[in-house]
């Protein structure tokens, strides 16, 4: 039985940091890409960030390029999401998804099979 478990959201203040994680279970993380996706409320679901089954390559949405930082930890089967100089707009609930069909992981939440439940993030001062 597969499970994606978000964790680590949270209120933060403006410019402030926050890591989510994503616990996989009954799917191995060398087989599947991992990507974190988000939606605010009205807001269409967006791709924030993707790394592929060979964690060897990564991509990002240009709204969060350079400031939040997708990596994995096979041993542990988690992905991470490591958000820094977190702004409002960074508000939304945040889930991590896995794909076995596009590999090298995309921004598009249609490649996704396997999605988590969420974990809410609040940027507010």
């Known amino acids: 039985q597969w499970q994606l478990v978000e964790s680590g959201g949270g209120l933060a203040q403006p410019g402030g940091s926050l890591r989510l994680s994503c616990e996989v279970s009954?799917?191995?993380?060398?087989?599947?890409?991992i990507g974190w996706f988000r939606q605010a409320p009205g807001k269409e679901r967006e791709g924030v960030a993707c790394?592929?089954?060979?964690?060897?390559?990564?991509n990002y949405a240009a709204s969060v390029a350079g400031r939040f930082t997708i990596f994995r930890d096979v041993a542990k089967n988690t992905a991470y999401l490591q958000m820094n100089s977190l702004k409002s707009e960074d508000t939304a609930v945040y889930s991590c998804?896995?794909?076995?069909?596009?590999?090298?992981?995309?921004?598009?939440?249609?490649?996704?099979?396997?999605w988590g439940q969420g974990t809410q993030v609040t940027v507010s001062s």
């Open positions: 790394i592929s089954s060979s964690g060897s390559s990564t």
């Open positions: 009954g799917l191995a993380l060398d087989y599947y890409a």
């Open positions: 998804a896995a794909s076995s069909r596009v590999v090298a992981g995309t921004l598009l939440p249609l490649t996704y099979d396997y």
